[in-house]
């Protein structure tokens, strides 16, 4: 199966976007690619590329099996330069050396393609070099320029290039992408939960305490879930102590709302009704806890609230 299918699950709004100026053979001659880091900027750029010089595709879509398709999957055609930040930034050299290059005749054809990674870093005079560069293209090129952040691009950069949105990730397609990156099944749906953005779910991952923090809080709701009182001594005994920051704290509540909608589902489909009224009940009083928390009320006092409640020993409170 080609590559190209998983794009038209995850963006298939840009790829429908893409083909349709391939066909119709009206490509721009700059596009801006913007959107959260892992939502398959570079991947479609990469494909486009393939497109714009496959020598057997069909309706506008490249075959992924040519010559030219293999090479510039693997990163080794002439006619293809992709440029990414030499360090912190991307420098006023690096555009300078993009500018030299276009200004050659392709080495197998009038065409050439460059994709900026990171446009964003530029510095001022990258950013000017490459305005010019847009402003005045020679012969027949194709610019992608990819970024996380659009608002950190120049203006008269962005009204130079055809803006593409990626939008993010859907839960289902972050979770499989997780998942393909390495992260056990159980901690991609767990990640998907606090965040929609793919970069975001592996660094929260990669953090020495995320594991603690899981499984703290599943313990937290295990007590809660049964009416332990445990559930209160707990927050003294353990999650002061593993969340002594707003990052854990915040990232703690939204974890409790994961564990209790997973148990709602359940509920669901045992058909118990008394139980469903009464898990929704609960996560209103999380979400309540939620809003607190962001309001600067102390995690002791929003955490001790919530069990109280939860536990039912005041319902006024």
């Known amino acids: 199966m080609k590559e190209s299918a998983t794009f038209f699950e995850t963006q298939p709004v840009v790829l429908t976007q893409l083909l349709r100026s391939l066909k119709h053979e009206r490509l721009a001659h700059a596009y801006l690619f913007e959107g959260d880091n892992g939502t398959g900027k570079h991947e479609v750029a990469l494909w486009l590329t393939q497109a714009f010089f496959c020598l057997e595709g069909t309706e506008g879509q490249p075959c992924e099996a040519c010559n030219n398709c293999r090479r510039i999957a693997e990163g080794v055609h002439p006619d293809v330069i992709i440029v990414e930040p030499d360090g912190q930034s991307i420098k006023v050299e690096q555009i300078r050396n993009l500018q030299a290059e276009f200004a050659k005749s392709g080495f197998e054809s009038k065409s050439k393609v460059f994709i900026l990674k990171d ?8 950013a000017n070099s490459l305005l010019k560069f847009l402003e005045e293209p020679s012969g027949k090129i194709l610019a992608i320029l990819e970024t996380a952040a659009l608002g950190r691009i120049l203006p008269t950069i962005q009204s130079r290039c055809q803006v593409i949105h990626f939008q993010a990730l859907s839960a289902d397609n972050l979770q499989k992408k997780l998942v393909a990156a390495g992260i056990s ?24 305490w995320f594991n603690e923090v899981k499984e703290s809080v599943c313990q937290w709701f295990d007590y809660l879930s ?41 509920l669901v489909k045992k058909n118990q009704k008394q139980e469903v009224i009464k898990i929704n009940q609960q996560l209103h009083l999380i979400l309540e806890a939620e809003q ?26």
């Open 226 to 266: 049964k009416k332990d009182p445990q559930a209160f001594v707990y927050i003294q005994k353990k999650l002061l102590k593993v969340l002594p920051d707003k990052e854990r704290q915040n990232i703690a509540l939204t974890l409790l709302m994961y564990f209790f909608q997973q148990h709602l589902q359940e």
């Open 119 to 126: 446009a964003e870093k530029m510095n001022s005079s990258a």
């Open 185 to 208: 099944s159980q901690n991609a749906g767990i990640l998907t939960a606090l965040t929609n953005s793919f970069e975001k779910a592996v660094e929260i991952s990669q953090k020495e």
């Open 292 to 317: 607190k928390l962001a309001a600067n009320v102390a995690f002791q006092g929003v955490t001790e609230q919530l069990t109280i409640r939860i536990l039912g020993w005041n319902t006024q409170i």
